[in-house]
């Protein structure tokens, strides 16, 4: 059976090294990073696929653990149910598209499932087109009309006729994916690194001014951290949670990265105003910066507005203060920001 084929050890280059694991959908991002974290244990090639999935390459790493990449599988399993109370579907293969199809056809809450490189034909052939890695609902509605309804008949199709139907680039790709071929290398990437502030509220509140001042005081806090840290966010995500446990998200790019309070608060009510609030109860409001760099590795931008100048000074006294006095010595208020 495909579930119990077995990865083999050896100097044989085709060999199921390629791990796809899938986290349960909504993972705070927090629980997301330490699962990368565990995933490091096995192999130092591991690439962040946000917000719940990574990959990663076990070919260098399965002769210094001494066992085959479907027990490594099994014990990334066991780890994270122990360590982190999550349970993860885990492919393995000797591609990127055969270890992420494999999680996909693993039922929750997880599993393990791997295919031998020798099997790869034979096991992709049944499944339907729209588990194949790659192909989306669109394709695979294409692949459909003209009766190619299983990866196997789509195999079997002249290469040449999927690219008419799909189109030159979309159509190789699937053409190539359905024989099992995927040059492609996993590619090391960490998540992006962000920073989250939160605000709760002591009653529900439908009062779009009191919104306005706590997302500002989320603002003023973000910015100040940037700073000390010496980071620049490239955009921003903000989410209102509201009274029944529901919730709205949205994220935007910054024009450029920014540390700065005047930066970040117009972005921020912008998103806001985006949510178009009129009578959802909050119950409170986070917000991230997202996709943060080292603030050396930005260039600045001369500005000749000389009111936005006085706005950095002020910024940079309220941080002098704070160092001095602690992060509660000044408030959004005293930031010389226009609220409105």
């Known amino acids: 059976m495909a579930a119990e084929a077995q990865t083999r050890v050896s100097g044989d280059q085709r060999v199921s090294s390629v791990m796809h694991v899938r986290c349960p959908d909504r993972l705070p991002e927090d629980v997301f990073r330490r699962v990368l974290e565990l995933l490091a244990e096995f192999s130092p090639v591991v690439q962040a696929l946000p917000p719940t999935a990574a990959l990663v390459e076990l070919r260098g790493s399965l002769r210094y653990h001494g066992t085959d990449a479907r027990r490594l599988g099994e014990v990334l399993r066991v780890r994270t149910l122990s360590r982190l109370g999550v349970d993860v579907r885990v492919g393995i293969g000797p591609t990127i598209t055969v270890a992420a199809t494999a999680s996909g056809q693993i039922g929750a809450p997880g599993g393990v499932l791997a295919i031998d490189p020798e099997h790869v034909v034979d096991w992709l052939g049944p499944l339907p087109v729209e588990a194949l890695h790659g192909i989306g609902p669109k394709h695979a509605a294409a692949l459909r009309e003209y009766g190619v309804h299983c990866v196997g008949l789509l195999a079997a199709v002249p290469p040449a006729t999927v690219q008419r139907l799909l189109g030159g680039k979309a159509g190789r790709m699937a053409a190539d994916r359905a024989r099992g071929i995927d040059p492609r290398p996993v590619a090391p990437r960490a998540l992006p690194a962000t920073l989250t502030v939160r605000h709760s509220f002591a009653q529900h509140t439908l009062d779009g001014a009191l919104v306005r001042a706590a997302l500002l005081d989320l603002v003023v806090q973000l910015a100040h951290q940037l700073r000390h840290r010496g980071q620049v966010a490239r955009g921003l995500t903000l989410v209102l949670r509201f009274a029944g446990g ?15 309070d005047d930066d970040l608060r117009t972005l921020a009510y912008r998103l806001v105003d985006a949510a178009g609030l009129q009578r959802g109860r909050l119950t409170g409001l986070v917000l991230k910066g997202e ?8 260039a600045q931008q001369i500005t000749l ?23 509660g010595a000044i408030g959004p208020a005293a930031t010389f920001l226009r609220v409105s």
């Open 246 to 260: 529901t919730s709205w998200e949205k994220t935007r790019r910054l024009p450029e990265a920014s540390a700065h």
């Open 291 to 298: 996709d943060l760099v080292a603030a050396d590795q930005v």
């Open 305 to 327: 507005d000389q009111a936005r100048e006085d706005r950095l000074v002020a910024e940079a006294v309220s941080d002098r203060i704070r160092a001095k006095f602690g992060p």
